[in-house]
């Protein structure tokens, strides 16, 4: 990549990280119906943040050609699944869950279970997790595992996941929590939830995490 283009990446990331800071500030983009457009902040990170009547694209698509695949006025257009197929099929990636976007900050001392880290693991979750995140950090607790790693401009992000036999023990929950406990004081830390798994909803909720938004991230096809 040359000096200029990565420039521009590290604009974009910029941008994309004070947009998410504000959002866990309670600033949004205005409400307004309106749609912005901007590059990607890396060559891995394509998608969309949808908030209450503004939608934030990012993606090295031309953006006329995007705003042409939105029919004006249609708030739900930018996450519909037609426009997204269009944006995937037009990129040469693949559209990923509609996802509640949610966010926590750090809580002091440590984690309220026992955690013991992992190296390597070929956990599904976590092979999963390297597809869009980079630092992938992963603790084993008794029953279920808890990572964190740095996902798009760089914000920290966690995803949890609980064994089949530990479920509906409230374990979700302090996995959550104690995710909380493991990102250093004073960060905001990030959730995406499916909003169809209503015991993960329920589990981030009920850990302290505030939805702001929607979020779809298009990934890179495995050829390309």
């Known amino acids: 990549m040359n000096r ?3 420039g521009e990446r590290l604009a974009q990331e910029a941008y994309l990280s004070v947009l998410l800071t504000n959002a866990a500030c309670g600033r949004f983009p205005p409400a307004n119906g309106e749609v912005t457009i901007v590059p990607q902040p890396s060559e891995r990170d394509a998608g969309v943040f949808g908030f209450t009547a503004h939608a934030v694209i990012f ?6 050609w995007v705003r042409c695949q939105l029919p004006p ?3 739900s257009a930018p996450l519909s699944p037609a426009f997204l197929t269009k944006l995937a099929e037009a990129t040469n990636r693949r559209v ?11 809580l ?3 984690p309220p279970l026992d955690l013991i880290p992992q190296a390597e693991t070929t956990h599904s979750r976590v092979l999963r997790a390297l597809n869009y995140r980079d630092e992938v950090r992963t603790w084993r607790a008794d029953g279920g595992i808890v990572l964190i790693g740095r996902g798009v401009a760089g914000r920290l ?3 949890v996941e609980v064994d089949d036999d530990r479920r509906s023990q409230g374990l979700g929950r302090r996995l959550a929590v104690a995710a909380r406990h493991l990102i250093p004081d004073g960060t905001v830390l990030w959730a995406q939830v499916a909003p169809a798994n209503a015991a993960s909803v329920r589990a981030f ?3 302290g995490f505030t939805p702001v938004g929607a979020e779809v991230l298009l990934a890179s096809n495995p050829e390309s």
Do not use: Q, V
């Open 4 to 6: 200029e283009r990565h």
């Open 59 to 64: 993606t090295d698509a031309d953006p006329e």
């Open 73 to 75: 006025g249609n708030l």
């Open 96 to 106: 990923g869950s509609i996802d509640m976007l949610c966010y926590a900050m750090s």
């Open 108 to 110: 002091g001392g440590p």
């Open 157 to 159: 992000e966690t995803a």
């Open 205 to 207: 909720l009920s850990a």
